[in-house]
């Protein structure tokens, strides 16, 4: 407790000792008019402001954009400038390999008439949304070598709209592809997605994700605010009433339980179907006395096994995006339900650098794993070195059939 009696102590002594105390003490103690009780006289705290300069989280920030922050963060010490720096480069990467590669995925699936299947459209989309997330790092590479924001109340508003979208879009896009893939392999005898389904699917999806971000924009339930070093934005997860407890608890269900309930239900059913598939395979070979049925298989075998390849890939991008937003889920929680004194701004900073680092992955997993997509490339940008075989020429109605998906 700094708030003792000092007579005895002198003014060299008592600056030494205050100066282990933790930044937002030594703010109140260096900062104001002198208050009842307080260890030092304002000539001291003049003193020990000259000493020692203790910058505050949002220390460069405007007044007015400093309302919009949460008093919690303001108890927290502006972070080295280093760290601010650091992510900034970070995020320069990260913005040329996502714009670039999901770019590349969305003008080779769009402009090769092969790849324009309903199927696909899933795929674009994905991409689209990726792209989506990474066009709005140019407001946190700005910030960071600010070292604080500069875009206002609006700059915060429109990253965060931009972060729900490609977010929850993204969870739901994810939804459809495994749903897609189930349908095709564990349904092969229903009918398949056609492309105006897989439109309507497409365009639900916007639909669902467009409530979570336009709500929290308007003020109407939830809102965006800053978070961490104060130059990212997010949906409010730390004011303490039932507006914000309530909002974070529905768009956790609704953006992240409802969509990883129906990709984990569909990809079991594969594996389930994929399973008794290759046990039925098994026993057929023994049958017919061969080490392995598909050397004599028929195309629909080979188009089963090009099926399930394409599912492993979704199934890949399934677990890219769960590994992006499970960071971002856990954070929200604790802020709102939690023991928030567990987060601190580089905590929270994390998450948001999962997302975007995901968001480069997704594209080179379709570059490295898809058949189609890979020829394709190969044709476009020959000096990419891909070196995808062709297929042999009496595969080439099978393989026309199976790339479909």
């Known amino acids: 407790d700094v708030h003792h009696s000092w007579e005895n102590v002198g003014t060299m002594s008592k600056l030494d000792a205050i100066s282990a105390l933790p930044a937002a003490m030594l703010a109140n103690l260096t900062l104001g008019s002198d208050e009842e009780g307080s260890p030092l006289t304002r000539s001291e705290r003049d003193v020990f402001a000259s000493r020692y300069e203790v910058k ?73 949304l990726d792209f989506l997330m990474m066009l709005k790092t140019p407001v946190f590479i700005i910030n960071s070598f600010n070292e604080g924001p500069i875009w206002g109340k609006i700059g915060c508003d429109i990253f965060a709209l931009l972060g729900s979208y490609a977010g929850i879009g993204g969870a739901m896009t994810n939804a459809a592809i495994a749903f897609d893939r189930y349908k095709t392999i564990a349904k092969p005898f229903e009918a398949k997605i056609t492309r105006g389904k897989a439109f309507m699917i497409v365009l639900g999806i916007w639909i669902y994700a467009t409530p979570w971000g336009i709500l929290p924009l308007l003020d109407i339930w939830g809102r965006y605010v800053p978070e961490g070093f104060l130059t990212t934005c997010s949906f409010d997860y730390l004011t303490d009433d039932e507006s914000t407890r309530s909002f974070v608890a529905c768009i956790f269900f609704f953006s992240y339980i409802v969509p990883g309930s129906f990709i984990v239900f569909f990809y079991s059913q594969i594996f389930s179907h994929v399973s008794a598939h290759e046990k039925a395979m098994k026993e057929q070979a023994k049958k017919m006395n061969v080490d392995n049925l598909r050397t004599v298989g028929s195309k629909e075998d080979q188009e089963k096994s090009a099926e399930i390849r394409i599912a492993k890939v979704c199934m890949g991008l399934f677990f890219m995006w769960f590994s992006a937003w499970t960071p971002y889920a856990i954070v929200a929680l604790i802020g709102t339900f939690g023991k928030r004194s567990l987060l601190t701004p ?41 070196h995808e075989p062709k297929p042999e020429e009496n595969q080439s109605q099978a393989s026309a059939t199976t790339e479909k998906a």
């Not at 650091?86 to 590349?104: D, E, K, P, R, T």
């Not at 699936?109 to 459209?121: G, I």
Request: proline share 8%; hydrophobic share 50%.
């Open 56 to 128: 505050m989280l949002g220390w460069n920030t405007p007044a007015e954009y400093m309302s919009h922050v949460s008093p919690y963060w303001k108890t927290f010490e502006a972070p080295n400038p280093f760290l601010h720096y650091m992510l900034g480069v970070f995020y320069i990467f990260f913005m040329f390999a996502a714009l670039c590669g999901n770019g590349v995925v969305m003008w080779v699936f769009a402009t090769s008439k092969s790849l324009r299947t309903p199927s696909n459209m899933f795929v674009i989309n994905l991409a689209f």
């Open 346 to 386: 580089l905590m929270s900073m994390i998450p948001a650098l999962c997302c975007k680092f995901i968001a480069c992955i997704d594209p080179w997993i379709y570059a490295i794993n898809h058949p189609r997509y890979r020829l394709e490339l190969q044709k476009r940008m020959p000096w990419f070195c891909i």
